[in-house]
């Protein structure tokens, strides 16, 4: 599933591709997508204006012209992708060859078109996405975005929110990072990488940590994400931008899913697997102190 990262690099693709275009249509083959109807969401969107695009969480937030906004939620295989596509038997056929022609291609299941061939496409294996169109005076009160946490890269977001937060919680370290209610976009990738950043096993409890340890993994938090952010993703599961292309965090990445690799960087130890709550934790039990 991406995280905040690779949400916020489409947001940041989509910003740049589609604001400003008029929704001219949009075409599904898979209705149950839309909560209550597809034809109720077409009617509510076609011919209103793309404005700001914006990340809450791991959800994607159309700013709508007339007062309406459109929330994305890739979940799991979902990818927003950017370019022009021909309808061919019933599937749609990107237009040139490359990243978007690729297997990405099979599993279109929602398409908005703009004006000019350009087009948004929702690809999408397994079909879980979240697709939802409501009023702005709606929107804050939206069961998606009213229980999400803060969120970590906001500018206003400090060490003592960042403490309280996380106080409140109890349980491995690990699990609290990932709720969505404490903070929101951290998931599994990035928690392996900011806890070994700030050397904490991952079943440390939540209500044991120090506030020199917290103070580790707050800055690890920040630090780890704006990188990320920066290498537009990772790309070891199915991420990929709007052009279809992989983010290269994959090769910054120190310790997510590098099992028996040796402890980069630091005491040459091992790299280690274990399950939390349904979960892998990749981390080195030699430095990572519980
Ligand atoms: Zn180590």
Known sequence: MPELPEVQTIVNDLNRKIKGLTITD?????????????????????????????????????????????????????????GSWIMDRGKWIAAKKGPLAEKVNGYIHVMFIFGGNNMLALSDLRKFAKILAVDKKDFENLEDVKNIGPDPLAAGFNFGDFKNLIMKKRGPIKKVLMDQSVVSGIGNIYSDEILFAAKMHPLKKAEKLSDKELR????????????????????????RDTAGKSGCYSEARLVYRKEGERCPMRCGGKIKRLKIGGRSAHFCPSCQKI
Request: include cysteine; charge should be positive.
């Open 26 to 82: 949009v075409w599904t083959d898979w209705p149950k997508y839309f909560r209550c109807s597809f034809g109720n969401f077409k009617k509510t969107i076609v011919g209103r204006k793309i404005g700001k695009i914006r990340r809450i969480g791991k959800n994607i937030i159309f700013d709508l012209s007339g007062g309406k906004e459109i929330l994305i939620h890739q979940k799991m295989t979902g990818h927003l992708l950017v």
């Open 216 to 239: 580790a993994i707050f800055s690890a938090t920040k630090k780890i994400l704006k990188k990320a952010i920066k290498l537009r993703g990772t790309s070891i599961s199915d991420y």
